[in-house]
């Protein structure tokens, strides 16, 4: 029934969207004589931002046509080299890219937002290496043939994906799959695999959530994990591929994310109000431009979420040394040729600092060479992978991180 009735309201509000859409174009039509009058250009600006707030977003796409480096514009291509149900591996690449430039792999959050969240940091790190991108799939459109997905089935993709890359890649975890990233290396410097990665940076990461408790964490460890099965799991409706799988509803997860700051969000639209009504269309389409991404969700199984749930916000499964893979124990100690590097933001509040450097202290078995933590000064989550602050700041750090450890000897053609 939740889902049903959030189809329901969607329905509703999409379209007042275009009713409020069309009302705006008619207000600001010069053929219109109403136009002219001192109160047109508020009103259409509201009818705007309400038209804008309401609309249904649909998965967004990368859109890095170019990149600049030294001075020289390059066409950037992407394409899709590996096709999974749960998640293709996207390729990111361009002419200028010398031949031995380092392969970097970017896991992108399962967490109700599209792989695109990442837009700026994939074009970023495009300027110096070779990247490839996790490009999770929205559960609701993964029909039930394809089966289960879950934490598991997260880090046998990971090694997966490192395997078509290659010996010598370098990993990018970006949030929640710290957690999944980190087991993954540890279960491939354990068996001495050729495809275990050269790097490991973890960005704003939950390894140890007991850390700086944020309230995504307090909400966590609340509830019990019964709780979050009858309360926040859904059934996809029939409309969608996955009709009848258990989700987690992206919609909640932005319902979410949303009231933790309502406040600045309603603070946004205010301004963008603000800015439409001025003529500064820039600006508006500045903000307009962030909430398109932000309100673009997809739906996560629901074995995958409630594992996450228990396993790494409740159990501190992974710190405590009890995470368990395919039947055996992940043991952190065993990670002994890939350098961890933890990127923390000082205003996160989704991952509050000391969580992702926990990772640092876990790996026992790792020289101290090979362990580096980087704090950014007034950056909070979302600053992290994107911005100015990222671009200028944050990812010269990583770059370097790369350069120092890369091991161009083992690289392969993927």
Same mark, same amino acid.
């Given at each position: 029934?939740?889902?049903?009735?959030?189809?329901?309201?969607?329905?509703?509000?999409?379209?007042?969207?275009?009713?409020?859409?069309?009302?705006?174009?008619?207000?600001?039509?010069?053929?219109?004589?109403?136009?002219?009058?001192?109160?047109?250009?508020?009103?259409?600006? /509201?009818?705007?931002?309400?038209?804008? &707030?309401?609309?249904?977003? #649909?998965?967004? $796409?990368?859109? %890095? !046509?170019?990149? *600049? @480096?030294?001075?020289?514009?390059?066409?950037?291509?992407?394409?899709?080299?590996?096709?999974?149900?749960?998640?293709?591996?996207?390729?990111?690449?361009?002419?200028?890219?010398?031949?031995?430039?380092?392969?970097?792999?970017?896991? /992108?959050?399962?967490?109700?937002?599209? &792989?695109?969240?990442?837009? #700026?940091?994939? $074009?970023?790190? %495009? !300027?110096?290496? *070779? @990247?490839?991108?996790?490009?999770?799939?929205?559960?609701?459109?993964?029909?039930?043939?394809?089966?289960?997905?879950?934490?598991?089935?997260?880090?046998?993709?990971?090694?997966?994906?490192?395997?078509?890359?290659?010996?010598?890649?370098?990993?990018?975890?970006?949030?929640?799959?710290?957690?999944?990233?980190?087991?993954?290396?540890?279960?491939?410097?354990?068996?001495?695999?050729?495809?275990?990665?050269?790097?490991?940076?973890?960005?704003?990461?939950?390894?140890?959530?007991?850390?700086?408790?944020?309230?995504?964490?307090?909400?966590?460890?609340?509830?019990?994990?019964?709780?979050?099965?009858?309360?926040?799991?859904?059934?996809?409706?029939?409309?969608?591929?996955?009709?009848?799988?258990?989700?987690?509803?992206?919609?909640?997860?932005?319902?979410?994310?949303?009231?933790?700051?309502?406040?600045?969000?309603?603070?946004?639209?205010?301004?963008?109000?603000?800015?439409?009504?001025?003529?500064?269309?820039?600006?508006?389409?500045?903000?307009?431009?962030?909430?398109?991404?932000?309100?673009?969700?997809?739906?996560?199984?629901?074995?995958?979420?409630?594992?996450?749930?228990?396993?790494?916000?409740?159990?501190?499964?992974?710190?405590?040394?009890?995470?368990?893979?395919?039947?055996?124990?992940?043991?952190?100690?065993?990670?002994?040729?890939?350098?961890?590097?933890?990127?923390?933001?000082?205003?996160?509040?989704?991952?509050?600092?000391?969580?992702?450097?926990?990772?640092?202290?876990?790996?026992?078995?790792?020289?101290?060479?090979?362990?580096?933590?980087?704090?950014?000064?007034?950056?909070?989550?979302?600053?992290?992978?994107?911005?100015?602050?990222?671009?200028?700041?944050?990812?010269?750090?990583?770059?370097?991180?790369?350069?120092?450890?890369?091991?161009?000897?083992?690289?392969?053609?993927?």
């Amino acid at each position: 029934m939740l889902y049903t009735a959030y189809e329901l309201q969607r329905s509703w509000m999409n379209a007042a969207s275009t009713w409020a859409s069309v009302g705006a174009q008619m207000l600001n039509n010069p053929a219109m004589p109403f136009g002219y009058t001192g109160l047109a250009p508020v009103m259409s600006s /509201a009818l705007e931002v309400f038209a804008h &707030a309401s609309a249904a977003y #649909g998965k967004p $796409a990368f859109d %890095i !046509e170019t990149v *600049e @480096v030294d001075g020289t514009v390059h066409p950037v291509t992407e394409a899709i080299v590996v096709h999974r149900p749960w998640g293709n591996l996207l390729r990111f690449t361009h002419p200028g890219l010398p031949e031995n430039a380092p392969r970097l792999l970017i896991v /992108a959050p399962m967490s109700g937002h599209f &792989a695109t969240l990442l837009r #700026g940091t994939v $074009a970023r790190m %495009i !300027e110096r290496c *070779e @990247v490839f991108i996790t490009d999770w799939a929205d559960a609701k459109v993964v029909p039930l043939k394809e089966g289960e997905f879950d934490l598991d089935d997260y880090i046998d993709y990971l090694i997966g994906f490192l395997e078509h890359i290659g010996p010598g890649a370098h990993m990018l975890a970006v949030c929640q799959p710290s957690v999944p990233a980190l087991a993954a290396t540890a279960i491939l410097n354990e068996g001495g695999h050729p495809c275990r990665p050269a790097t490991l940076t973890m960005m704003g990461g939950p390894i140890d959530t007991r850390e700086a408790p944020t309230t995504v964490n307090d909400l966590a460890m609340q509830r019990p994990i019964e709780w979050f099965r009858h309360t926040v799991i859904g059934t996809v409706p029939l409309q969608y591929p996955g009709a009848g799988r258990q989700v987690y509803p992206g919609f909640m997860q932005l319902a979410g994310f949303m009231s933790m700051n309502l406040g600045n969000h309603m603070l946004s639209h205010y301004h963008m109000f603000k800015h439409l009504v001025d003529g500064d269309g820039e600006s508006a389409d500045s903000t307009k431009a962030f909430y398109d991404e932000y309100r673009a969700v997809c739906d996560l199984n629901a074995s995958y979420y409630l594992q996450t749930v228990e396993e790494v916000f409740q159990k501190h499964s992974l710190p405590n040394g009890t995470f368990v893979h395919r039947g055996r124990t992940v043991d952190l100690g065993k990670i002994k040729d890939t350098a961890l590097l933890a990127v923390e933001g000082e205003r996160d509040d989704i991952s509050g600092i000391g969580q992702t450097k926990a990772a640092l202290h876990l790996a026992t078995g790792l020289a101290a060479a090979k362990k580096q933590y980087h704090l950014a000064p007034e950056v909070g989550h979302y600053g992290i992978f994107n911005g100015s602050k990222w671009r200028e700041k944050i990812a010269p750090v990583l770059e370097e991180w790369i350069a120092r450890h890369d091991r161009p000897a083992l690289k392969v053609v993927a």
